[in-house]
C-alpha cells in the first residue's frame, strides 16, 4: 500500500488496528524503529518528548485529584478562562452526549477545570481520572490530546493506540488550545469519546468552539478599542472566520489567530506592527458602516480583503461593565490569622483610615490577600464593598473602568478621579501585572499635591481604601523598567512584607491560634501536641494557604474521631516535615529572593530527573500537585 493511500485512509478515520500501532509505539520507543507514514509527526514528537520525560510505557500513572479547597484556587485562579467558555463548553456537550463522550476544559497547564458527560466510561476505558483537579500534561500522562496540544501549541487528534500508555487506546481525544488575543496560552478544550467511533469531524467542532471563545476573549479584551474584522470573502464577515484586529491609535495591539494566519503574522506582531505596515492606505478608508463590499482592503503583500470598523459605544459599555463589576462585589469575612500578623493589621488600619495607601508583598500562599480583607474588616470602610481586582487576568478596560469608571474623555477637566470602591476596599492583586498606561494615571491620581485643589479640576480624596498586593518586589520590576517607578513609591505609602511560614521560628504558635480561630469551640482541644509539632516542623511550600486548607480539613474529621494526632494529618506532611529554614538576615535578603531560589531547587530537581514530576518530588519531598502547582501555575509565569 503506498503512502498517498496511506494518508487518504487516515483523513477518512481509518486507522492500524491497536495491536499493531501499539507495536510500533513500542518498537519506536524502544528500539528507535521509525514509525513512517501511518503516525502523524505531532504524534511521533510526543511520544519522543514522553520517553524523554522519564516516562515507561509499563508503568501508568498513579493520578490523584486536588482537595476541594484546592481545586477552588485553582477555579478562581482561572475565572476568566471559565466564564468566557461555559456556554461553548455546554453546547459542545451536546454534541458530545450522541457518542457518549465528555468535553473537558482544562487550564494551560494540562490540570482539569471542568469535565462534563460521562466520566465514568472514560474513567473505565482508559482506567485513570478524567475529573477535574487532576493533572493531564505530557509529563504525567504522556501523549494526550490535552498535553499534546499545548506541547504543540496546535488543534490535536490522538487516536486509541497513539496514546503513549496502553491503558488509554480506548479513547479518541481531539484538543485544541485556547489563546487571548495578546497570544497567552489560557488553556485547552478538548473532547473525547470512544476510540472505535468515527472521529473525523470531531477536531472540526471543537475547533468551531474554540474559535467562538477566542472570539468572546477579544471582544473582553478590546471593546473600547478601534478594531477591524475582515477575510477574503465578504461573507464571512460577522462569522467565526472572520479575522479580527485591534488598534490602539494605528497601532497593532490585538488579533485573532485568524486574522495573523491571514496576513502571514505571528505574535510577536502585537505591539510593533502599524496599520500602514500591513495594508496600503490608513484606517480611515473603512467606513464604520454601509456594505462591506465597498470597504475593500489590501495589503501590502497585495492580497485583496474586505473589512469593517467595529467600535463599541462608550455609555453602553460603561453601564454594563460597571454592573458586572458591583456584581462581583465579594463579602467581607476575613480568614485566620495569627495574633503576630493581627499586629500589623492595626497600624495598616491606622494609616489606611488617613487615606495612606498600602502594599503588601510576600510569596504565593503567604496571606497577603488575608492580610487585606482583616484590613479592610477593621477599618472604617468595613461596612462597605471588598472589590478584588486581578491585574494579572482582567482586562485593560476593566481595570481602568474599577479604577476610574471609564477611560478619560477628550473634554474631562480632570481624568485622574479614583472611582474605585466607594465606601469600601479596592484590592488590587498582582498590580506587578497593571498594563504601564494605567501605571501612569494611577501614579497621577495618587499624587498629594493634587488632591483636593479646586486649581487642579476640584478633585475629592477617594472615599475608599486602596490596597495593592504582589508576590514580587516592585523596586525590581522597576529597576528593568516593567513598572512605574512613581506609581511603586505612592503604592508603597506603607509598605508590609509577609513572611514564609518556614521564615518563621514559632510556628507552633500559629498553628495553634489559626486552629483555634478555625475549630468550632467544643473541638479545638482534640489537636494533640505531637500533631502541632509535625505541622509545625513542615515546609510549607504552600504557606499559610496550604495551613489553612490542613485546619480546616482537620477540623471536619474532629467531629468522626477522637484526639487528632499525627496519624489524622496528611501523608506528605508526615512524610516530608523538615526542620525551618535558617531565617537570619545574612542567609536571605527578603522573602521575595526566597521564593526564587526555591523555585530554582525545584527546576534543578526536575532537571535532574529528566523532566520527571513524580521522581522530582520524591526526591524533594514534597507531594507531586505541590510541585506541579508551584512551578506551573500562573503566579510562577509572572516571576
Request: glycine share 8%; hydrophobic share 45%.
Given at each position: 500500500m503506498n503512502s498517498r493511500l496511506r494518508l487518504y485512509q487516515r483523513l477518512a478515520g481509518v486507522s492500524l488496528e491497536p495491536d499493531r500501532l501499539s507495536e510500533i509505539r513500542r518498537r519506536y520507543i524502544l528500539d528507535g524503529v521509525e514509525p513512517r507514514e501511518w503516525v502523524p509527526p505531532a504524534i511521533v514528537r510526543s511520544w519522543q518528548r514522553s520517553s524523554a520525560l522519564g516516562l515507561i510505557l509499563d508503568r501508568a500513572p498513579h493520578l490523584e485529584a486536588l482537595d476541594e479547597q484546592q481545586l477552588k484556587e485553582l477555579r478562581e485562579r482561572n475565572e476568566l478562562l471559565l466564564a468566557t467558555a461555559r456556554g461553548e463548553v455546554v453546547a459542545l456537550f451536546s454534541d458530545a452526549r450522541a457518542t457518549n463522550g465528555i468535553v473537558i476544559l482544562a487550564d494551560a497547564t494540562g490540570m482539569i477545570l471542568e469535565a462534563i458527560g460521562n466520566t465514568d466510561f472514560a474513567e473505565h476505558a482508559s482506567g485513570m481520572l478524567l475529573r477535574a483537579g487532576v493533572q493531564w500534561d505530557e509529563a504525567t500522562i504522556g501523549t494526550n490530546a490535552i498535553g499534546t496540544a499545548i506541547a504543540e501549541s496546535a488543534p490535536i487528534a490522538v487516536a486509541g493506540a497513539e496514546h503513549f500508555f496502553d491503558k488509554h487506546s480506548q479513547l479518541g481525544c481531539s484538543?485544541?488550545?485556547?489563546?487571548?488575543?495578546?497570544?497567552?496560552?489560557?488553556?485547552?478544550?478538548?473532547?473525547?469519546?470512544?476510540?472505535?467511533?468515527?472521529?473525523?469531524?470531531?477536531?472540526?467542532?471543537?475547533?468551531?468552539?474554540?474559535?467562538?471563545?477566542?472570539?468572546?476573549?477579544?471582544?473582553?479584551?478590546?471593546?473600547?478599542?478601534?478594531?477591524?474584522?475582515?477575510?477574503?470573502?465578504?461573507?464571512?464577515?460577522?462569522?467565526?472566520?472572520?479575522?479580527?484586529?485591534?488598534?490602539?491609535?494605528?497601532r497593532l495591539v490585538g488579533a485573532n489567530r485568524q486574522a495573523l494566519a491571514m496576513l502571514g503574522l505571528d505574535w510577536s506582531a502585537l505591539g510593533v506592527e502599524r496599520f500602514d505596515h500591513i495594508f496600503v492606505g490608513g484606517l480611515d478608508q473603512i467606513r464604520h458602516d454601509g456594505p462591506v463590499e465597498q470597504s475593500r482592503l489590501r495589503t501590502l503583500a497585495g492580497s485583496l480583503l474586505f473589512g469593517q470598523l467595529r467600535s463599541e459605544p462608550r455609555v453602553k459599555t460603561q453601564a454594563i461593565r460597571s454592573e458586572s463589576w458591583t456584581q462581583r462585589r465579594e463579602p467581607n469575612a476575613a480568614p485566620p490569622f495569627e495574633r503576630q500578623i493581627v499586629v500589623q493589621v492595626d497600624r495598616a488600619v491606622r494609616l489606611a483610615d488617613a487615606g495612606v495607601p498600602i502594599l503588601i508583598q510576600g510569596e504565593v500562599g503567604a496571606g497577603k490577600e488575608i492580610f487585606a480583607r482583616h484590613l479592610h474588616a477593621a477599618s472604617r470602610y468595613g461596612a462597605g464593598p471588598f472589590v478584588r481586582v486581578d491585574c494579572s487576568t482582567e482586562a485593560a478596560t476593566d481595570i481602568e473602568i474599577a479604577l476610574f469608571g471609564a477611560p478619560p474623555q477628550p473634554c474631562q477637566v480632570d481624568p485622574q478621579v479614583l472611582t474605585g470602591a466607594p465606601g469600601g476596599t479596592l484590592l488590587l492583586a498582582a498590580v506587578e501585572a497593571l498594563p504601564m498606561t494605567l501605571q501612569i494615571r494611577l501614579a497621577q491620581a495618587l499624587r498629594p499635591d493634587r488632591s483636593g485643589d479646586p486649581a487642579m479640576g476640584g478633585r475629592q480624596a477617594r472615599d475608599f481604601n486602596l490596597v495593592a498586593i504582589t508576590d514580587l518586589a516592585l523596586r525590581e520590576r522597576v529597576a528593568v523598567g516593567c513598572f512605574s517607578a512613581e506609581l511603586a513609591v505612592r503604592l508603597a505609602a506603607h509598605?508590609?512584607?509577609?513572611?514564609?511560614?518556614?521564615?518563621?521560628?514559632?510556628?507552633?504558635?500559629?498553628?495553634?491560634?489559626?486552629?483555634?480561630?478555625?475549630?468550632?469551640?467544643?473541638?479545638?482541644?482534640?489537636?494533640t501536641e505531637e500533631a502541632v509539632a509535625v505541622l509545625a516542623a513542615y515546609a510549607w511550600p504552600g504557606n499559610r494557604r496550604q495551613l489553612i486548607a490542613t485546619l480546616r480539613s482537620l477540623a471536619v474529621l474532629a467531629d468522626s474521631r477522637g484526639s487528632l494526632g499525627p496519624e489524622a494529618l496528611p501523608r506528605e506532611i508526615r512524610d516530608a516535615a523538615v526542620p525551618a529554614t535558617d531565617s537570619s538576615a545574612d542567609t536571605l535578603a527578603s522573602s521575595a529572593e526566597l521564593g526564587s531560589i526555591t523555585l530554582a531547587v525545584m527546576r534543578q530537581a526536575v532537571d535532574a530527573e529528566n523532566g520527571n514530576i513524580s521522581r522530582a518530588a520524591k526526591r524533594l519531598g514534597v507531594n507531586r500537585s505541590t510541585l506541579y502547582r508551584r512551578l506551573l501555575s500562573p503566579e510562577q509565569d509572572r516571576s
Amino acid at each position: 500500500m503506498n503512502s498517498r493511500l496511506r494518508l487518504y485512509q487516515r483523513l477518512a478515520g481509518v486507522s492500524l488496528e491497536p495491536d499493531r500501532l501499539s507495536e510500533i509505539r513500542r518498537r519506536y520507543i524502544l528500539d528507535g524503529v521509525e514509525p513512517r507514514e501511518w503516525v502523524p509527526p505531532a504524534i511521533v514528537r510526543s511520544w519522543q518528548r514522553s520517553s524523554a520525560l522519564g516516562l515507561i510505557l509499563d508503568r501508568a500513572p498513579h493520578l490523584e485529584a486536588l482537595d476541594e479547597q484546592q481545586l477552588k484556587e485553582l477555579r478562581e485562579r482561572n475565572e476568566l478562562l471559565l466564564a468566557t467558555a461555559r456556554g461553548e463548553v455546554v453546547a459542545l456537550f451536546s454534541d458530545a452526549r450522541a457518542t457518549n463522550g465528555i468535553v473537558i476544559l482544562a487550564d494551560a497547564t494540562g490540570m482539569i477545570l471542568e469535565a462534563i458527560g460521562n466520566t465514568d466510561f472514560a474513567e473505565h476505558a482508559s482506567g485513570m481520572l478524567l475529573r477535574a483537579g487532576v493533572q493531564w500534561d505530557e509529563a504525567t500522562i504522556g501523549t494526550n490530546a490535552i498535553g499534546t496540544a499545548i506541547a504543540e501549541s496546535a488543534p490535536i487528534a490522538v487516536a486509541g493506540a497513539e496514546h503513549f500508555f496502553d491503558k488509554h487506546s480506548q479513547l479518541g481525544c481531539s484538543a485544541v488550545p485556547i489563546f487571548d488575543p495578546s497570544g497567552r496560552l489560557m488553556g485547552v478544550l478538548d473532547m473525547s469519546n470512544d476510540a472505535n467511533l468515527p472521529q473525523t469531524h470531531t477536531v472540526g467542532l471543537v475547533r468551531r468552539a474554540v474559535d467562538q471563545i477566542e472570539r468572546r476573549l477579544f471582544e473582553r479584551r478590546f471593546g473600547r478599542h478601534e478594531s477591524l474584522a475582515f477575510h477574503s470573502d465578504p461573507n464571512l464577515i460577522n462569522s467565526t472566520h472572520e479575522g479580527l484586529l485591534a488598534f490602539d491609535g494605528d497601532r497593532l495591539v490585538g488579533a485573532n489567530r485568524q486574522a495573523l494566519a491571514m496576513l502571514g503574522l505571528d505574535w510577536s506582531a502585537l505591539g510593533v506592527e502599524r496599520f500602514d505596515h500591513i495594508f496600503v492606505g490608513g484606517l480611515d478608508q473603512i467606513r464604520h458602516d454601509g456594505p462591506v463590499e465597498q470597504s475593500r482592503l489590501r495589503t501590502l503583500a497585495g492580497s485583496l480583503l474586505f473589512g469593517q470598523l467595529r467600535s463599541e459605544p462608550r455609555v453602553k459599555t460603561q453601564a454594563i461593565r460597571s454592573e458586572s463589576w458591583t456584581q462581583r462585589r465579594e463579602p467581607n469575612a476575613a480568614p485566620p490569622f495569627e495574633r503576630q500578623i493581627v499586629v500589623q493589621v492595626d497600624r495598616a488600619v491606622r494609616l489606611a483610615d488617613a487615606g495612606v495607601p498600602i502594599l503588601i508583598q510576600g510569596e504565593v500562599g503567604a496571606g497577603k490577600e488575608i492580610f487585606a480583607r482583616h484590613l479592610h474588616a477593621a477599618s472604617r470602610y468595613g461596612a462597605g464593598p471588598f472589590v478584588r481586582v486581578d491585574c494579572s487576568t482582567e482586562a485593560a478596560t476593566d481595570i481602568e473602568i474599577a479604577l476610574f469608571g471609564a477611560p478619560p474623555q477628550p473634554c474631562q477637566v480632570d481624568p485622574q478621579v479614583l472611582t474605585g470602591a466607594p465606601g469600601g476596599t479596592l484590592l488590587l492583586a498582582a498590580v506587578e501585572a497593571l498594563p504601564m498606561t494605567l501605571q501612569i494615571r494611577l501614579a497621577q491620581a495618587l499624587r498629594p499635591d493634587r488632591s483636593g485643589d479646586p486649581a487642579m479640576g476640584g478633585r475629592q480624596a477617594r472615599d475608599f481604601n486602596l490596597v495593592a498586593i504582589t508576590d514580587l518586589a516592585l523596586r525590581e520590576r522597576v529597576a528593568v523598567g516593567c513598572f512605574s517607578a512613581e506609581l511603586a513609591v505612592r503604592l508603597a505609602a506603607h509598605l508590609i512584607t509577609l513572611q514564609p511560614l518556614r521564615l518563621i521560628t514559632d510556628r507552633e504558635t500559629v498553628v495553634r491560634e489559626i486552629w483555634q480561630v478555625l475549630a468550632p469551640a467544643h473541638l479545638v482541644d482534640r489537636l494533640t501536641e505531637e500533631a502541632v509539632a509535625v505541622l509545625a516542623a513542615y515546609a510549607w511550600p504552600g504557606n499559610r494557604r496550604q495551613l489553612i486548607a490542613t485546619l480546616r480539613s482537620l477540623a471536619v474529621l474532629a467531629d468522626s474521631r477522637g484526639s487528632l494526632g499525627p496519624e489524622a494529618l496528611p501523608r506528605e506532611i508526615r512524610d516530608a516535615a523538615v526542620p525551618a529554614t535558617d531565617s537570619s538576615a545574612d542567609t536571605l535578603a527578603s522573602s521575595a529572593e526566597l521564593g526564587s531560589i526555591t523555585l530554582a531547587v525545584m527546576r534543578q530537581a526536575v532537571d535532574a530527573e529528566n523532566g520527571n514530576i513524580s521522581r522530582a518530588a520524591k526526591r524533594l519531598g514534597v507531594n507531586r500537585s505541590t510541585l506541579y502547582r508551584r512551578l506551573l501555575s500562573p503566579e510562577q509565569d509572572r516571576s
